[in-house]
């Protein structure tokens, strides 16, 4: 698996982000129209650690954790509370993935409006996380 879908299923055992948001854990994308909360995993940046002589079997991506709830600004901050909990500091293993270092490097709180007027819009979260992660080496 890959380091974003590794640390979907890491988030999806912890009992906290659970109870608050079910299996409500996608990667990429949340469905259209689906019921939140919701967490959605996606890697925002690269990031692989070279030396002089090539790759180094590690990267340390930005990876973005987006927050959403139906309006509901307490709920978003409860599950991005649950999230800091179990990330922030991490150091282990999630699925396949040996993280060696996951740091919170940027948070964003974002609202998006209904497009129909008699209905609410929704609260969003915008969580990044630099993980230091292992990885093979090409060709080796």
Not at 60 to 76: E, H, N, S
């Amino acid at each position: 698996m890959s380091l974003v879908t590794d640390l979907r299923a890491s988030a999806a055992l912890q009992d906290a982000i659970v109870a608050l948001c079910g299996t409500r854990i996608y990667c990429g994308a949340r469905p259209e129209n689906s019921p939140m909360p919701a967490l959605v995993f996606t890697r925002f940046s690269g990031g692989r650690i070279h030396d002089i002589d090539g790759p180094l079997g590690a990267a340390a991506p930005l990876v973005q954790i987006d927050v959403w709830t139906a309006d509901d600004y307490p709920q978003a901050e409860a599950l991005e509370e649950a999230v800091r909990d179990w990330l922030d500091g991490f150091d282990g293993e999630a699925g396949d993935t040996l993280v060696l270092s996951a740091i919170s490097d940027d948070e964003r709180d974002m609202y998006e409006a209904s497009a129909l007027a008699d209905e609410k819009g929704n609260q969003r979260k915008l969580l990044q996380y630099r993980v230091l992660h292992e990885e093979s080496i090409p060709g080796s």
